[in-house]
């Protein structure tokens, strides 16, 4: 048995763990759903990266030649459609784009399947995502600053006025996820900060429940976004946007005032947050691994272990198992493939002894 | 405001993509038949025919076409009264089984909701009780108020998580010797008018072409029990509960929108008994003239009873003031009836209603002078004595 890690997903999480195995002397294949690498990155059109606003696609690209080397084999088009084995010896069933399957044995594998952001027409009513075109997402905006613009959907001009919303499918009791998904404080500034360069003249709001700026996100974006570009937060709970005229007329509480709140936007951005992608919740079952209560990959160990799942040999890395920035997504890459490899060449002198 | 459908549909389309969400809330339906299976309860099957409708997170829920028990509505029955009238008149004029009880009591849970009266086992006795009934009788439950259908499903909730409570209520009932039964589905008559509104297109002789309608969703239809109210993709996207807004549109009638459609009607059940002036100006202020200033609708057409009542009759005190209101408000049940060549009066009863619907009528195609006129001659036979009360052979006349 070479020193095989089967890695699940080309996004980020599977490309840095990628490059981290074949930097450490192992053989990797790569299986990606889609045809190109760079996984949500990619497929949601991220612009700039928060906190620093470097561009996306340039650090995507610096990933993907990561793993153009001979000891990576990457199948795209492809998906894991069955697993047998166990720690040392999996033997992995991979449909590619033509649906013949292939085998690939593997000492260990590495799930990096990524997340989905929350659709935001499951909490109905609040949120008109799919009744008005001028309700947007985070990833709808990133999508449209990439292109360096910011217009209405509906009609192709620059707004007046912008208004966040904060903890769309995040901390909410209601809807059974009541995690916070982390990123989306930082990236709800990161893409107010953008808009504000690029129209001056348009007011930009954030109507948040608390802003989450983990370590040093408080100096990066917090305070330039209010600072330096005069990015309104407002603390309150939004509870509905109905149509008014040819605006959005959006409603709530603020809550530091402690009163009823209407005011009306031009375009309204839905922070949405961290669910587990599809891929996420079918590899789950395909290799037989538990899932936390919100669907996401289970790692019993944690906090001290946030890589092995409940399947020995079998780990997780990136935001399969749960709301993760990059930063989190590329050190439990690395430190996957480093687990991986590990019980690879540990199981390898117990396997040729019982074989003996 | 302009809705390039192309920007929508791709969101669609990508959702489609997405695959299936994870419902964030268990099927409590399927306790209910882990309870059965306990032996703890009887569930009352839905019987068949029954009509497959969606539910907010996707779920099928069976609505019976015939054959059903009729919880009537206290408000209905004392201030509407051509409300309940018009939903057994759809049920004749579609050949339907139904069962009308002369011994269904009243929920209570106005009292409940309004002045926090009662407690937990008496509200889950009664409901349980109903059901009793209902199960008695071999006919399955239709709820015709709105308060009473959210109500039970709270109740149904309580007790599915409480054994205390079953075994609290399992003891009154049996006191009362009424067998202790969970019904399979909680069917409210709006979801039936919905699950039927084809039918009820086949059979319309009247063109709506021309009549624009504004929808009320009740609150305690969609707000309570959220995931067991219907929804529909092809109506507002799905984003709001589709009963009522698609039994217009399958009339052939105009559905217009207006920002405030989410807000409660007014009633507030509180607010009606102690601070009716709120109620008053909050119907005509927040809804009714909303309405005619970004829809300028015909008809408000709703699913409740208190919000037709509170729509309908707070409008005389805003007329005082010289406000912007006048817009007839009746049930999609009464309207759905009228569509199909039902009597205004003998049937729908609309003179027991407060704003002007003649208009209405008039646009509608019905010539309601004439039919004033036999309601009139209905009335001197009621008081010579020739008749004691209308019967439906009288309605149909």
């Known amino acids: 048995m070479p020193e095989t890690v089967l890695i699940v997903g080309g996004g980020p999480a599977g490309l840095e763990a990628a490059r981290a195995v074949a930097d450490l002397g192992g053989r990797v294949v790569l299986v990606e759903r889609r045809e190109v690498l760079g996984g949500t990155p990619d497929e949601a059109n991220y612009a700039a990266l928060t906190p620093h606003l470097g561009s996306a696609q340039e650090a995507l690209d610096r990933l993907r030649a990561g793993v153009g080397r001979p000891e990576v084999e990457v199948l795209l088009g492809s998906t894991v459609t069955a697993c047998r084995g166990s720690v040392g010896d999996f033997t992995v069933t991979v449909s590619g784009p033509d649906g013949a399957g292939r085998e690939v044995g593997a000492g260990a594998v590495v799930v990096a399947t990524g997340f989905t952001h929350f659709d935001p027409g499951r909490e109905t009513q609040m949120y008109g995502y799919y009744e008005f075109p001028d309700v947007i997402t985070l990833p709808d905006a990133e999508k449209m600053l990439k292109e360096h613009r910011f217009v209405r959907p509906s009609t192709g001009e620059p707004p007046r006025s912008v208004a966040f919303i904060q903890c769309v499918g995040s901390r909410d009791r209601r809807i059974g996820n009541e995690y916070c998904s982390k990123v989306c404080c930082g990236v709800a500034s990161k893409e107010a900060i953008e808009i504000r360069r690029l129209l001056p003249d348009c007011k930009v709001y954030i109507f948040y429940i608390d802003m989450r700026m983990y370590g040093y996100w408080e100096n990066q974006i917090y305070w330039p976004a209010q600072e330096q570009y005069n990015v309104n937060y407002i603390r309150g709970i939004v509870t509905e946007i109905v149509g008014k005229g040819d605006r959005l007329l959006m409603k709530g509480e603020d809550t530091t005032m402690g009163r009823p709140l209407e005011v009306l936007m031009d375009v309204i951005v839905l922070s949405v947050g961290m669910e587990p992608s599809r891929g996420t919740r079918e590899i789950a079952g395909i290799l037989g691994l538990e899932q936390n209560r919100y669907g996401f990959i289970a790692a019993p160990g944690e906090p001290m272990d946030p890589i092995s799942t409940s399947v020995p040999g079998i780990y997780v890395a990136g935001a399969a198992a749960g709301p993760r920035d990059l930063e989190d997504t590329m050190g439990t890459a690395g430190a996957a493939a480093a687990r991986a490899l590990g019980v690879i060449r540990s199981a390898r002198p117990a396997a040729a002894t019982a074989g003996a | ?397």
């Not at chain 2, 339906?29 to 703890?40: M, N, Q, Y």
């Not at chain 2, 028990?69 to 089984?97: E, M, N, V």
């Not at chain 2, 759905?336 to 729908?348: D, E, I, S, T």
């Not at chain 2, 704003?355 to 646009?363: A, G, N, S, V």
């Open chain 2, 1 to 397: 405001m302009p809705i390039p459908l192309n920007v929508l549909e791709a969101r669609q389309l990508a959702r489609h993509v997405q695959g299936p969400q994870t419902p964030p809330t268990e099927d409590i339906r399927e306790k209910v038949f882990e309870l059965e299976a306990k032996g703890e309860w009887i569930v009352q099957r839905v019987p068949e025919p029954w009509l497959p409708v969606t539910t907010k997170y996707g779920r099928i829920k069976k609505i019976p076409v015939g054959h059903t028990w009729h919880h009537k509505s206290c408000g209905q029955c004392g201030h509407i009264p051509g409300y309940s009238t018009s939903i057994f008149w759809l049920h004749r004029a579609l050949g339907l089984d139904y069962d009308d009880p002369r011994d269904q009591t009243s929920c209570t849970a106005w009292n409940y909701y309004a002045s926090a009266t009662s407690n937990v086992g008496a509200q889950a006795a009664v409901a349980m009780r109903n059901f009793g009934a209902a199960y008695e009788s071999g006919y399955f439950p239709q709820i015709h108020c709105g308060t009473s259908y959210g109500h039970y499903k709270e109740v149904r909730e309580q007790l599915v998580a409480h054994a205390d409570l079953r075994d609290e209520v399992r003891r009154i009932c049996d006191r009362l010797g009424r067998p202790f039964v969970m019904p399979e589905e909680i069917v409210h008559y709006s979801e039936w008018v919905y699950a039927m509104r084809d039918e009820f297109a086949r059979r319309r002789v009247l063109d709506l072409s021309n009549i624009d309608v504004t929808v009320h969703p009740a609150c305690h239809y969609h707000k309570l029990v959220v995931e067991d109210a219907i929804y529909d993709p092809d109506v507002y996207g799905g984003q709001r509960t589709a009963v009522v807004s698609a039994v217009v549109t399958a009339l052939g009638a105009n559905l217009k929108d207006y920002s405030t459609w989410y807000d409660c009607c007014g009633f507030g059940f509180r607010h009606i008994l102690v601070q009716r002036d709120f109620t008053r100006s909050f119907a005509t202020l927040r809804k009714i003239e909303v309405m005619r200033e970004e829809a300028d609708p015909d008809v408000v057409l709703t699913h409740d009873t208190g919000c037709v009542t509170t729509l309908d009759q707070s409008q005389f005190a805003a007329r005082a003031h010289d406000r912007k209101v006048g817009v007839p408000v009746m049930s999609e049940s009464q309207f759905a009836a009228l569509a199909m060549g039902a009597h205004p009066y003998r049937v729908c009863q609309l003179h027991w209603h407060n704003t002007d619907y003649r208009p209405l009528l008039e646009k509608m195609g019905i010539d309601w002078r004439e039919r004033w006129r036999e309601f009139e001659d209905d009335l001197e036979r009621l008081k010579s004595g020739e008749k004691q009360f209308l019967t439906w052979e009288d309605a149909d006349a």
